[in-house]
């Protein structure tokens, strides 16, 4: 199967910073790729869907000057948490899939943990 | 808004069979229905999926009803492994995935 790589797998860091966590498609070229958070306890939410080459679409509530998202090529995607609080501290997971494709596959998600 | 009904939690013993059901009573002509699984600390992995004829692969079989408005997901033997939280998503081809609260199994020794 398809497989979707995840870059840190967890960082730290100070609060005020900003972090960058990467996800890239291995074996296959993805179209779109999404993003999503996951709080302890909770299901996965939606944050943002990436097409390359265009701008991301955010979920209502998603600020997009704080989670910055560049989809530059068909294998990678960054997510930049831009000034990071302790309330950003989460469980991010990215997804990709090629259009006309039933599937969509999930990285292994990055746990940060914002101090 | 997840369109589908899940039970909150279930469990089964080990070797088992494991029947997770779902209700999606709304779903349109052109929506799927899904399976993804996710073992804590993991991203979702995906299961199965179909439209309206049941489907099998190597790891569950999905049995749709005839009117579509509910599934249920087999995991024919499961395993202290497949102890995961279960989710059932019902989408159109290329739409964006929304997950619902899905149903934690826990498989018992």
């Not at chain 1, 000057?65 to 950003?88: G, R, W, Y």
Request: charged letters at 20%; a positive charge.
């Amino acid at each position: 199967g398809a497989v979707v790589s995840q870059h840190p797998s967890r960082v730290i860091c100070k609060s005020g910073t900003s972090v960058k966590i990467e996800c890239r498609s291995l074996d296959f070229q993805a179209t779109t790729m999404f993003w999503y958070r996951q709080f302890p306890k909770q299901s996965l939410m939606l944050m943002a869907t990436s097409n390359e080459g265009s701008k991301a679409t955010y979920e209502q509530g998603v600020e997009k000057d704080k989670f910055l998202i560049n989809h530059a090529s068909l294998t990678l995607s960054t997510l930049t948490v831009t000034s990071a609080h302790p309330e950003d501290s989460s469980f991010y997971i990215c997804s990709a899939r090629v259009a006309g494709r039933q599937t969509q596959y999930f990285g292994p998600g990055t746990r940060l943990l914002v101090l | 808004d997840a369109k589908t009904t899940q039970p909150t939690s279930m469990d089964c013993a080990e070797g088992r069979a494991a029947n997770l059901p779902c209700n999606h009573s709304t779903i349109s002509g052109n929506e799927y229905v899904y399976w993804y699984r996710q073992i804590h600390s993991q991203g979702p992995q995906y299961i199965i999926h179909g439209l309206k004829n049941n489907e099998t692969n190597e790891m569950a079989s999905l049995i749709i009803t005839e009117d579509r408005k509910s599934s249920t997901l087999i995991l024919p033997h499961a395993t202290l492994r497949d102890t995961a939280v279960y989710y059932c998503i019902v989408r159109v081809v290329d739409d964006k995935i929304i997950f619902g609260k899905g149903t934690r199994l826990h498989i018992l020794p």
